[in-house]
């Protein structure tokens, strides 16, 4: 690194970064989609050749990844919250977050109800965290997952299977959002 990248400079590349990913609607395109823009990026004179000036060419890509690009997922996640307390329903309804939490995204509302939700490839890591989240709490109680369609859809067999582990874990509702 030759100097200190200015908050101006890593604000700009990340607006132009998250404005593109908004277009391409990231969170749902593929992964092996994503790679091709993971490159692309890294070669823009406005993000990697920006980006160059401050680290190693070969470190560009995992910073797109990791700094610009999981923030924003975890942006978009955060925008959904309101939708999946509607669809959790009533018992959610008008309780204040307690906790908010990530890895994978989730809330525990007042009253110990634990929340998580995120993209529906990730249903095990979602499914668990629900259920270990509201373990460890005093009177915890694992309310709902929500799963977000992503870029495949997920399989009536596969749906039913996790409905049946919920329900043998003890999470009230479970639910895919297409």
């Given at each position: 690194?030759?100097?200190?990248?200015t908050a101006d400079i890593r604000e700009k590349i990340k607006d132009k970064v998250w404005a593109?990913?908004?277009e391409l609607?990231?969170?749902?395109i593929s992964h092996s989609e994503k790679s091709k823009w993971y490159e692309k990026w890294s070669k823009d004179?406005?993000?990697?050749?920006?980006l160059s000036r401050y680290m190693d060419t070969r470190s560009i890509r995992v910073y797109i990844k990791d700094t610009l690009l999981r923030p924003y997922l975890r942006t978009c996640l955060e925008k959904s919250w309101e939708q999946v307390r509607l669809l959790l329903g009533a018992e959610?309804?008008?309780r204040t977050v307690v906790s908010r939490m990530e890895k994978p995204h989730g809330h525990i509302l007042e009253?110990?109800?634990?929340?998580?939700?995120?993209?529906?490839?990730d249903w095990k890591s979602l499914v668990i965290s629900a259920y270990e989240r509201a373990y460890a709490l005093d009177k915890g109680i694992?309310?709902?997952?929500?799963?977000?369609?992503?870029e495949k859809r997920t399989d009536?067999?596969?749906k039913e299977m996790v409905s049946d582990l919920a329900v043998r874990l003890g999470i009230a509702n479970i639910y895919w959002l297409e």
């Open positions: 690194m030759n100097e200190a990248m593109k990913a908004q609607g990231w969170e749902k004179k406005d993000v990697g050749g920006v959610a309804e008008g009253g110990g109800l634990v929340i998580c939700w995120g993209n529906s490839r694992a309310y709902g997952v929500a799963l977000l369609e992503s009536c067999q596969t």
